[in-house]
Nanobody, 115 residues
Framework: QVQLVESGGGLVQPGGSLRLSCAAS????????MAWYRQVRGKQRELVAA???????NYADSVKGRFTISRDNAKSTVYLQMNSLKPEDTAVYYC?????????WGQGTQVTVSS
């Protein structure tokens, strides 16, 4: 069972930045993809950004140019750097990994963008 622990969420003003972290309980090399999703209450969970084992990345159109996904294999941690935040980025953000089939989720971290 893979454990994922997110951190870094909080309240930030529009235009501000946050960096989310997702610490995994095992080596990132065991995962095919690592990703960040977000969900607003009452809406479907949506993909924000993903990175593969070979470092290919993809982003939701709404965050391109503002968010960056990266990973530190030595720390078994995946990051989401979020810049130029907007109120519509407010959501619970979840870390996700695909272990060549099985999917695992973190508990989520709240990001609120408000003045």
């Amino acid at each position: 069972q893979v454990q994922l622990v997110e951190s870094g969420g909080g309240l930030v003003q529009p235009g501000g930045s946050l960096r989310l972290s997702c610490a995994a309980s095992e080596s990132l090399y065991t995962f095919y993809t690592m990703a960040w999703y977000r969900q607003v209450r009452g809406k479907q969970r949506e993909l924000v950004a993903a990175i593969t084992r070979s470092d290919n990345t993809n982003y939701a159109d709404s965050v391109k140019g503002r968010f960056t996904i990266s990973r530190d294999n030595a720390k078994s941690t995946v990051y989401l750097q979020m810049n130029s935040l907007k109120p519509e980025d407010t959501a619970v953000y979840y870390c996700n990994v695909n272990k060549y089939g099985p999917l695992y989720w973190g508990q989520g971290t709240q990001v609120t963008v408000s003045s």
